[in-house]
């Protein structure tokens, strides 16, 4: 019979996303709601190991769903890659009687968090928060839709500039292993290329579209560049690659960076953050382990970590096909 | 054998939503990639039996993915509802070689399209394009997303004002029949409470609760209400009711009203317009007709009018609880 | 000889104002940087009287310069009109020692504050907070700057519904008694009328230029009007009027009502805050008392309550020329 | 006795910056209202030398007020520096009947005019259209506002991710000469430190700063760099250098770049627009030439470009005062 879980632990880690301040506000609430006690850590597992903590009870967390970041900080811990460090977090948890985590990051903290569990008798349910969107088991992530609107807002105002100036812009946006938020701002932009790590698009093809594109009577053009493209140059390398080969184009470089992190979150990202805090403070009360919740086909579900954690999370290169047809 | 689709007519209807100017790029885009002709009539309906349209290329949609509005113009055709009134359309869709159409609105455009289809030899398909998102044949319609965030981001504005006041406020927000916005805006704006035709609350247990939120220390408060809830008063009623039964409370209403409609389309609306649009104009050269396109469980779909149109939409009243439990 | 301050108190009152936190942060970081002792006062004058406080430190104020509304609160206060009222308040202020008062407010504020500072001895120096910008005694009001741009963004999302539906417009935005925000954002906005309190148009002209703008060709229409405009009908009344005299035109109406006092402040708006606190605070610490302090033809000046708080403060009816020749 | 203005040119040159549109709309509507023909110049001098222009009326300009970068578009000319190429200009201009224009530009853009119209008879008023506000007869030009806001929008974006992860921020700003924005956006966005061209901080003060801050318990940090700062460093450098000599912060760089340029204009960017373009097209009216428009000390004036283009624009070091006043 599983154990009853009287107190229940929440941090966040990994990179931060808009939408964990919602997400920690909902695990907070929930527990109020069913009278379970909620302990937040700060900075992730390495609040953990430290035994760094606050009681957080519904008060604790008011007016903080409209805020970006996370009020628990966030951390990446090289000590919790360590058994010792696993079991100084596990014997704070005990001291605290903390019977369940749940954790909300991508997919560095859910593995973290699965060896935790098998080491240590801690219940732990992960809630996916990365503004990445590389996590299989969830369609979305919390604080990816955010993420994608901050982008297009961005290129929007790089659009005007380019126009007027007839130039040729060059924006590296995050995504370091997936291609996500390149692909779906580089549709929702406009933009005439978009450049992704799931497919080598190679510099020739590149060169010619953009040739075609100005023999089309286009002045400016934008191609949105994944920070891990395939393409085997960074951003400022392929700027100076496409100016000494084109140079008929008057091309500029941006590199979005980190205002991709912040900000308020969307109205998606808030009701996500909720439904799957909420599922996730449920279902360990009802016993459930070593899973992740998700949005997956338009319903709240869990997912084994295995599962959720596999390679394949299914980027849409439908999209690729898409941009080029729209950038005719 | 299905015939040779060589020009492609498009029209928005119905209140415009954003998102619908990309979703005409979208159609214009994919059939200058497919060699198709493209003529855009104005004002829905009307302009197809008045004959009101101009010929669409690449370049006549550049740059109006970004903008709210419909460059087609938007109405609502009395004319069309009768047999007369779909005969002047068919004829002038004749005259002009137009052998299908994609129509951009929600169920009243879609029902007019299918009986119009039925009617004449036309192959229609229908895109989902309101920010009601009562349409059964897609999770989302396009504009839905924007008008969440709008709505999202007048509230935490008037969150501002009512915490520095100690205020409740009741916010009137759009849906007739259908408490979409209503619901997700007021989890994602954290609302006490929330008002959707779908469930009729009652007087008393709206008193109870926000006796009991008063009870709690809670300060301020935000009342979302659908245009058509349930409970019988409008919001102007509900707030002297409220006044009159809770004079602790200082009340004040806001009707959201029309900037619900408009501005800039969120990256998720610009994709999904662009995604059901090309799969529109792909459908038709294939030989499909009297189907809308949507996005159903994360898949864009063809879903038969009858299928799409059903009046059992799916409202996820599982968000009624999420928000008792997140505004303990 | 001018006593020494060792503590200084700080309120906000009136309607809140976006930029009234940065003003309460610049009050306590400029008393932390002078070693002063800082205290708050919740819900202004009412707080005062009932000895409502906290103690204000740099580290109290963190973070808080980017956030709407005031974390001190708001109120008007009927017994700080008695002096019975003001006696309370400043036995409460003896009794905290505190030298003087740095208010934070509109026209009734400075009012409260003049009175006061007679009938106690206490130093009293106004900054000008809300978004009517009335005050003479400065030409920006905190939070004033804030208001337009939230206006104009509304106006245009309201715009583009109204040119896909070639409607009219009636947009009621705040100012009771000054026709600012009518005035600008109509200018902004590229309103086709401005109805303000200050100038009376008449309903004739009203007709009969909206009858010109119909035949030059324009299908849409906005008219910003003023909460308190001089032309004797309410919002609504006048809709009716129009949409009875003028079948043509199809006329909506939105009022904006309190998203305008909240939101975010523009960068101006927290620069002016951040600089007129400083001053009132090195003001308050040089003896100075009795006055306000403005930005006054680009410069930060003191004005005296009197000269402050003059009827005429100088809208700009220039605007309504230049509205006029830009509505063409 | 003046010559009689029948036509007036327009034009817009240097870097774009947001609210052109609305200050090219004001130049079409009051030569409309003032039955002068208007004839807009594409990509500023370039434009006048090949003769590339197109009529602007009254409908041209419609709903560009509310949009980003220039529908004439803008460029840099290394031509028109030569009197041949001022010649060709001159040609066109009287080919085409332009007896003036309105250059809509930066100090560049107003010298070009000042030699061209001492060159050739052709009368020249110049709007100040830039976003670093470095013309000294203006106290604003067109587009800094709005410059300004994007510029806060991303710092508050940043700041989020920086105290969820206690980073230090380095975030360049446009201004190569100039540190307008830098300056102001800091005070605005509650910068620890601000590095602008007009001032050498030097490194010691600035790790001595950062050091205090830390002591004083600030985990996060954001240092506002102007592009040409003074301290001989670009912002990577600058990183590495603090990097290397203070461990313990976590450093990370953000260079905001074109996003500045774009968007759609602030409220006050399109009034200020407004303003000085009627202006500008009325004082040529009355015969008026050589001259710039401005607004100073609150009112539409006009400076000789000898005055309008003095070295010394004022930039109000005052808020280097507050910004260390109010980091503390």
């Given at each position: 019979m599983a154990k009853e879980i009287r107190t229940i632990g929440v941090m966040t880690s990994g990179g931060d996303s808009p939408g964990m301040n919602a997400a920690i506000r909902a695990v907070a609430r929930a527990c109020a709601y069913y009278n379970v006690k909620c302990i937040g850590f700060y900075r992730g597992f390495q609040g953990m190991i430290e035994g760094d903590h606050c009681v957080l009870n519904?008060?604790?967390?008011?007016?903080?769903?409209?805020?970006?970041?996370?009020?628990?900080k966030s951390a990446r811990s090289?000590?919790?890659?360590t058994p010792a460090g696993r079991k100084k977090a596990a014997r704070h948890l005990k001291e605290l009687d903390v019977d369940a985590m749940v954790l909300i990051g991508g997919d560095g903290t859910f593995r973290g968090g699965q060896i935790f569990s098998e080491e240590h008798d801690i219940s732990v349910i992960g809630v996916p928060g990365t503004i990445?969107?590389?996590?299989?088991?969830?369609n979305y992530t919390i604080g990816y839709d955010t993420a994608l609107n901050t982008v297009i807002d961005a290129i929007d105002k790089i659009r005007d500039t380019a126009s007027s100036h007839d130039r040729l812009f060059f924006i590296e946006v995050m995504g370091r292993d997936s291609g996500f938020i390149a692909l779906n701002t580089g549709v929702g932009a406009g933009a005439e290329e978009i450049l992704i790590p799931?497919?080598?698009?190679g510099l020739d093809r590149l060169l010619e579209s953009l040739k075609r594109s100005k023999r089309s009577g286009k002045s400016s053009s934008i191609v949105v560049v994944s920070e891990?493209?395939?393409?085997?140059?960074n951003v400022f390398e392929l700027a100076d690659y496409v100016t000494e080969n084109l140079p008929d184009y008057d091309v500029r470089v941006t590199v979005?960076?980190?205002?991709?992190?912040?900000g308020s979150p969307t109205c998606f990202d808030r009701t996500l953050a909720s439904r799957l805090c909420v599922k996730a403070v449920e279902l360990l009360l009802d016993g459930e382990k070593n899973v992740m919740v998700g949005l997956l086909n338009n319903e709240i579900r869990m997912t084994s970590f295995e599962e959720g954690l596999k390679?394949?999370?299914?980027?849409?290169?439908e999209l690729l096909r898409i941009s080029d047809i729209l950038s005719t």
């Amino acid at each position: 019979m599983a154990k009853e879980i009287r107190t229940i632990g929440v941090m966040t880690s990994g990179g931060d996303s808009p939408g964990m301040n919602a997400a920690i506000r909902a695990v907070a609430r929930a527990c109020a709601y069913y009278n379970v006690k909620c302990i937040g850590f700060y900075r992730g597992f390495q609040g953990m190991i430290e035994g760094d903590h606050c009681v957080l009870n519904a008060r604790s967390v008011r007016n903080i769903i409209s805020s970006g970041g996370t009020i628990l900080k966030s951390a990446r811990s090289e000590e919790f890659r360590t058994p010792a460090g696993r079991k100084k977090a596990a014997r704070h948890l005990k001291e605290l009687d903390v019977d369940a985590m749940v954790l909300i990051g991508g997919d560095g903290t859910f593995r973290g968090g699965q060896i935790f569990s098998e080491e240590h008798d801690i219940s732990v349910i992960g809630v996916p928060g990365t503004i990445d969107n590389d996590i299989a088991g969830t369609n979305y992530t919390i604080g990816y839709d955010t993420a994608l609107n901050t982008v297009i807002d961005a290129i929007d105002k790089i659009r005007d500039t380019a126009s007027s100036h007839d130039r040729l812009f060059f924006i590296e946006v995050m995504g370091r292993d997936s291609g996500f938020i390149a692909l779906n701002t580089g549709v929702g932009a406009g933009a005439e290329e978009i450049l992704i790590p799931e497919e080598d698009m190679g510099l020739d093809r590149l060169l010619e579209s953009l040739k075609r594109s100005k023999r089309s009577g286009k002045s400016s053009s934008i191609v949105v560049v994944s920070e891990g493209d395939k393409i085997g140059k960074n951003v400022f390398e392929l700027a100076d690659y496409v100016t000494e080969n084109l140079p008929d184009y008057d091309v500029r470089v941006t590199v979005l960076g980190h205002v991709q992190r912040g900000g308020s979150p969307t109205c998606f990202d808030r009701t996500l953050a909720s439904r799957l805090c909420v599922k996730a403070v449920e279902l360990l009360l009802d016993g459930e382990k070593n899973v992740m919740v998700g949005l997956l086909n338009n319903e709240i579900r869990m997912t084994s970590f295995e599962e959720g954690l596999k390679e394949d999370y299914g980027i849409n290169k439908e999209l690729l096909r898409i941009s080029d047809i729209l950038s005719t």
